[in-house]
């Protein structure tokens, strides 16, 4: 089912095709953005530097993207930065068709940019984790469950305010599920109170704190 971005898109593209076809192709690329980045981010990488918005009526490169792509300013720095790391790394896998070697996605690619270059990471780390994003094109959420931690790891204070907003979220959806148990009479209500008053109790410490 197509969206009302999408439909807004492909008569922007329609309008444009005779009119400006360099306008128009990058148009078609956020349309087939979801398919493959690459084309995309090579695209708005050439329009950022030979600013060609400004003959389209935009009066920077963001209203630009914003407003005639409907893309989002975090969407094209990941774009573009893991586009230009490659350029610069890796080559090699710009060429891929995706048949003969699996494509990375422009988040794990952005994740590997990152890490080489904000990281104190060792070598060994970095050759790892190289693999899985070049070779094996491993999703965004695996890596950052896998290498977080080592890559990108948090000062003591910052990991136990971590620690707290979790318990005190896992420790207010319990109540809400006890709440909901009682309620459909899964759990007996006096046990429910029960259980219920120490995790309030535990809940309102930790929003103190």
Request: aromatic letters at 8%; glycine letters at 4%.
């Amino acid at each position: 089912m197509q969206t009302r971005t999408d439909a807004e898109l492909a008569k922007a593209e329609e309008a444009l095709r005779h009119q400006d076809p360099e306008r128009a192709e990058a148009i078609a690329r956020v349309r087939r953005f979801k398919a493959g980045w690459y084309e995309l981010a090579s695209m708005l990488t050439e329009l950022r530097k030979n600013e060609k918005w400004k003959r389209w009526g935009h009066s920077s490169f963001e209203d630009y993207y914003r407003r005639e792509l409907h893309l989002r300013r975090e969407t094209v720095d990941k774009l573009t930065g893991s586009f230009t790391f490659l350029q610069k790394r890796a080559p090699e896998v710009l060429d891929r068709d995706g048949s003969s070697a699996p494509l990375p996605s422009y988040q794990s690619v952005d994740f590997l940019r990152r890490a080489e270059e904000e990281s104190k990471a060792g070598d060994d780390t970095l050759s790892e984790l190289r693999g899985k994003v070049f070779d094996e094109a491993m999703p965004l959420s695996q890596l950052a469950r896998r290498y977080n931690e080592v890559l990108f790891p948090l000062d003591p204070e910052a990991q136990g305010e971590k620690r707290r907003t979790s318990l005190r979220s896992t420790a207010a959806r319990l109540i809400e599920l006890l709440a909901q148990a009682r309620e459909d009479g899964a759990v007996a209500a006096e046990l429910a109170a029960e259980i219920e008053e120490p995790l309030q109790r535990l809940v309102s410490k930790l929003e103190l704190n």
